[in-house]
């Protein structure tokens, strides 16, 4: 290709102005390091940019992160029934929340409880929350409830206490007058029976939660059943109830005939082999701790054989028992189920939580919910106390049955039920199960009531 002279004249006359021309004189011009530090300073700018594009990302990336565990926890924890309750004396969950936390570090200050001061009983560091087991198989919407255990977390003490109220407990029922408490649930659900409590034993209820009979047999199938030492005769009983309920005779009876076919199948049962029910007693060993425990055998049981060892209170011919022994095992069942959970890791307890979340109605929010979600490793690690309200040693001090020299009638048809000799005395024994030290000594309560 020819040179062409224009084009070389044109690229000089084009140098010469990026880099030579003449300006006119006062005019700012441009120096070799003024332009390479211009360059310069647009690349550390650059970086600056790159630096905070980065601390952008990573909070970006965290409150996506945050904003996943908020969806997991409202996923997971609004799984659970809430259904908020009115109780008399105020004392409802729309009230603000004074929900505790473990701090093992912190000191704990001094609460005085007077069970004579007429308020209702409670500690700032106790929370005691109502648990009702409903029997709902009739198809009613309120059912029957033999399953009133008081759960309380003690971070005081630093225990879990379980407190069953025994049912057929002669109470003033708000609104109903005289009956057995158990009946309280029949007329109003949770929110009466917790009124009822309330107004009878002076104990301040925080919270309420329930499970029916068929949501507690699968929250135990989807723990995976638990590991139970029974007795001898309380295999006797599970088998037994895995037998009768299924004989086409016992389940299409009614009414006092069905208790009359029921007692005539046991003579069939008895003769039944070992291998035709569903726990083989003659494989099992069963050992005592000393001589005055009975003997018992550890069985793993699914969600409906677990029911009928809670539901237990003994049966003619099969095994013995009463409404004591049935409290003993349901807080027995609770406390396995909770020894069971001391164990699992975080993803396990999620994963339960979403499964039994809509088997239970509650008054729990979730907000309280993720905050005792947050400090259930330390509430685990506390040792479980129990016992009955009245105790069964009780018997002639603090309660008796009714009999007919102190008759008791209800719907003119006399009734069996335990009558409380003294609330007064009574309600100090539970205030010392459940704050010990902080209750006022019996004289000294009645001095500073009296004002002396």
């Given amino acids: 290709m020819a040179h062409d002279p224009n084009k070389s ?50 909070i970006s990336v965290l409150l996506i992160l945050s ?4 969806i997991v926890v409202y996923t997971y924890f609004h799984r659970i029934n809430y259904r908020e309750i009115s109780v008399d004396g105020g004392n409802d969950s729309s009230e603000s929340s004074r929900f505790i936390h473990d701090n093992s570090d912190a000191p704990a200050e001094s609460s005085e409880i007077n069970p004579y001061s007429g308020a209702l009983l409670n500690d700032p560091m106790v929370l005691n929350i109502m648990l009702f087991g409903e029997d709902t198989r009739k198809g009613s919407d309120i059912g029957n409830s033999d399953t009133m255990v008081l759960f309380s977390i003690d971070t005081r003490h630093k225990k879990l206490k379980m407190l069953s109220f025994m049912r057929d407990t002669y109470v003033d029922i708000p609104g109903y007058g005289e009956n057995r408490i158990n009946a309280a649930y029949t007329y109003g659900g949770a929110a009466l029976t917790v009124s009822t409590i309330q107004k009878n034993y002076g104990i301040k209820i925080d919270r309420y ?29 599970i088998n037994w109830q895995f ?51 009975e003997p018992t055998a550890v069985v793993h049981l699914n969600g409906t054989q677990t029911l009928w060892h809670a539901r237990n209170r003994g049966e003619d011919g099969i095994c013995s028992g009463d409404d004591f022994t049935r409290t003993k095992r349901q807080r027995n069942v609770i406390g396995i189920i909770i020894d069971d959970l001391k164990g699992s890791d975080v993803p396990t307890l999620l994963s339960v939580i979403y499964e039994i979340g809509p088997l239970i109605t509650t008054n729990i929010k979730t907000s309280e919910i993720t905050s005792l979600a947050g400090d259930m490793p330390s509430y685990l690690k506390y040792p479980i106390v129990s016992e009955a309200a009245p105790r069964v040693n009780g018997i002639g001090s603090v309660f008796s049955f009714s009999d007919e020299y102190r008759p008791v009638y209800i ?38 009531v009296s004002g002396e």
């Fill in 9 to 58: 004249s044109n690229k000089k006359n084009h140098d010469n102005v990026v880099f030579y021309s003449s300006k006119p004189e006062g005019s700012s011009v441009k120096s070799s390091a003024a332009v390479k530090q211009s360059a310069f300073s647009k690349r550390r700018l650059t970086k600056k940019q790159v630096g905070l594009n980065i601390l952008l990302s990573v």
């Fill in 67 to 70: 904003g996943c565990v908020c």
């Fill in 209 to 237: 939660a329930v499970v029916d009979f068929s949501s507690f047999k699968k929250i135990i199938d989807v723990l995976g059943g638990i590991d139970v030492p029974l007795t001898a005769e309380e295999v006797d009983y």
């Fill in 411 to 448: 719907d003119g048809v006399f009734s069996s039920v335990i009558l409380i000799n003294d609330w007064n005395d009574f309600r100090q024994q539970i205030a010392e199960f459940l704050y010990e030290e902080q209750v006022v000594h019996h004289d000294t309560a009645e001095s500073t």
């Fill in 243 to 293: 037998w009768i309920n299924q004989q086409e005779e016992y389940k299409q009876a009614e009414g006092d005939y069905k208790e009359y076919v029921r007692n005539e199948l046991k003579y069939t049962w008895y003769n039944l082999s070992d291998d035709e029910k569903p726990i083989h007693k003659d494989k099992l060993t069963f050992t005592s701790r000393s001589e005055d425990d």
